[in-house]
């Protein structure tokens, strides 16, 4: 009774994106039942992760499974005649394990196809045989972008002549933390309606190389126009179901996506504890999240690198000229940093050659930086692109340095028309202050803001201090440490990242704090307050977050909205 309700969709679908478990199973059920309603499917092409333990040289990074799917009720075959098709290309190998035992989702998935695209009688040749036929594909995430394309470039060319349907299944964001994945849904999504093949590298999921390879084959037939059905999230994982039509995108217009943290120290006794437990990657072992992802789900991965990078660096102690192992720079890539702000109080405690092999350290390892060490300069800034979007990081510092205002507002200015979004990273303020300061803080980021900044990103004071909305632009003063060792101080160890989402799109503002103002800009944050203990951030939850949440609140001079929002975890404005 459910199928025969669904009316049909109104435009043939090419391709989607199915959910890897059984949380959006009703909406599913109601996919499929349109689906059949639509159109005629011969054969089924599913894309998903390579889940199997099978490893050594002779394994490819696409295989393609020989397996017929044989449930006793639901039963659909291998289409060889694809299969075979593509077999002849030597980078494609054959699956030699039961495919359906290492991939869950795969059995509940084709079980509503074949409820939903029964046999028919007049074409079966064996009793519960299927008319339409499947062909499971497993992709590896290290498959190369030639084989990606030319497993695309084949389905595209079988499906002049077949009634195919590729879908990639995939679980989106595991980090255990709500709030964590619906800010990594933020850029799938994004990417997903924008129809951003390079955005799939910056998203959190499973199988972005089943992701990418549908990706490629719906460029191909001109199918980019995403719908997204329905998302799930919760504490644990999430979900999107997606159907793509003939067309260009659903959108055109990339938001902007970013990750930011404070203060990172890793020489003294952060150094000392990494050598101990004989890993770089102990710092981020209890922050790093589902298999390091927390790094991931945004286009850009932000922190401020307290010190120069030289040599082996310099650990334990307690001085205040700092040093660290040059091994730190691919270590931040690998872990998923993309932006680093190298301008503070230590950029230069090593002198002139200190910043020319912090330079040279993350040049090597391909990690983008900005700040000059005095100057509102050419140095200063770092661009990038999202989409169709160009951005720019803009990086000072006003403390061994006297910043030169009107140099920096200019430099703002100059850059405003050049790129859609404009961040200013600065290292300011008065240490183990929760307050700004009028003169060394608010009053130049109002500056900053008049002359077309979109977003401040405040570091230097060790804790954490409070924002304001000023002119529809978000300034957050001082988001506190990240990783240091001011072991000695509950303040010093009590930190905020946050999730920045903007959108440069025009929108009515209409808060209660700034009613009757327009702003092109529309702005979310996402709090992620954290505690660390010996150098190893955490997520607060549960009621020490609550409890920070409050202590929070209580820095500024917030309206009940505002509070509200932040208890949520989530400030959007307008």
Avoid at 70 to 80: E, P
Wanted: aromatic share 10%; proline share 2%; charged share 30%.
């Amino acid at each position: 009774n459910k199928f025969k309700k669904q009316k049909k969709y109104e435009q043939e679908v090419y391709g989607a994106i199915l959910p890897a478990d059984m949380e959006l199973a009703g909406e599913m059920v109601k996919f499929f039942a349109k689906l059949a309603k639509t159109q005629e499917v011969e054969t089924f092409v599913i894309l998903a992760e390579d889940h199997s333990s099978v490893d050594g040289d002779e394994k490819k990074n696409i295989v393609i499974s020989g397996y017929d799917f044989l449930s006793g009720s639901s039963n659909l075959r291998v289409d060889n005649e694809i299969r075979e098709e593509l077999l002849k290309d030597n980078r494609f190998g054959e699956e030699n394990y039961e495919v359906f035992s290492i991939i869950p989702e795969l059995p509940k998935i084709l079980s509503l196809i074949y409820k939903s695209f029964p046999k028919h009688e007049e074409q079966a040749t064996l009793a519960k045989e299927s008319y339409s036929e499947i062909l499971i594909i497993t992709v590896s995430d290290d498959a190369e972008k030639t084989e990606i394309e030319a497993l695309a470039s084949a389905l595209a060319e079988i499906g002049k002549d077949k009634k195919i349907l590729v879908m990639a299944t995939t679980l989106f964001a595991q980090q255990n933390d709500s709030n964590v994945n619906k800010f990594h849904d933020e850029l799938a999504e994004d990417v997903i309606l924008n129809f951003d093949g390079k955005g799939l590298e910056q998203i959190d999921a499973d199988s972005r190389g089943a992701l990418g390879a549908l990706f490629e084959y719906l460029d191909l037939v001109g199918a980019k126009k995403a719908e997204i059905i329905s998302h799930f999230w919760d504490n644990a994982q999430t979900d999107f179901l997606v159907k793509f039509g003939k067309g260009e995108a659903a959108e055109m217009d990339r938001n902007l996506t970013i990750l930011a943290f404070g203060d990172m120290m890793l020489g003294r006794n952060v150094r000392t504890l990494i050598d101990k437990n004989g890993s770089l990657g102990y710092i981020f072992e209890k922050i790093k999240g589902y298999e390091g992802r927390f790094f991931e789900g945004a286009d850009v991965v932000f922190g401020n690198l307290e010190g120069p990078i030289k040599g082996v660096g310099r650990k334990g102690g307690t001085a205040m000229v700092f040093a660290f192992n040059e091994d730190v720079a691919p270590f931040l890539k690998n872990s998923g940093f993309n932006m680093l702000s190298i301008t503070n109080n230590h950029a230069l405690d090593q002198g002139a050659e200190g910043r020319n092999t912090t330079i040279a350290a993350l040049d090597s390892a391909g990690l983008p930086w900005c700040g000059h060490p005095s100057d509102a300069e050419k140095e200063s800034v770092s661009y990038g692109e999202v989409g169709d979007k160009k951005f720019a990081f803009v990086c000072f510092q006003d403390i061994t340095h006297n910043l030169d205002q009107a140099r920096a507002v200019e430099l703002i200015k100059d850059l405003r028309d050049e790129v859609d979004y404009l961040i200013v990273s600065i290292h300011w303020g008065i240490e183990y202050k929760h307050q700004p300061a009028k003169d060394l803080q608010i009053q130049p980021a109002h500056e900053f803001i008049d002359a077309g900044a979109d977003f401040i990103i405040g570091h230097h004071p060790h804790v954490v201090q409070t924002f304001e909305i000023y002119n529809g632009k978000m300034i957050f003063y001082s988001l506190g440490n990240f990783v240091f060792d001011q072991y000695w101080s509950q303040d010093t160890q009590e930190e905020l990242a946050i999730g920045i989402v903007l959108d440069d799109g025009d929108d009515e503002v209409d808060s209660v704090e700034n009613v009757g103002e327009m702003s092109e800009l529309a702005t979310k944050v996402y709090l992620f307050p954290m505690r660390s203990d010996s150098s190893q951030s955490r997520l607060m939850i549960g009621e020490e977050r609550t409890k920070w949440l409050e202590k929070f609140i209580g820095y500024g001079q917030y309206s009940e909205a505002v509070k509200t929002q932040i208890r949520d975890g989530l400030v959007e404005f307008p």
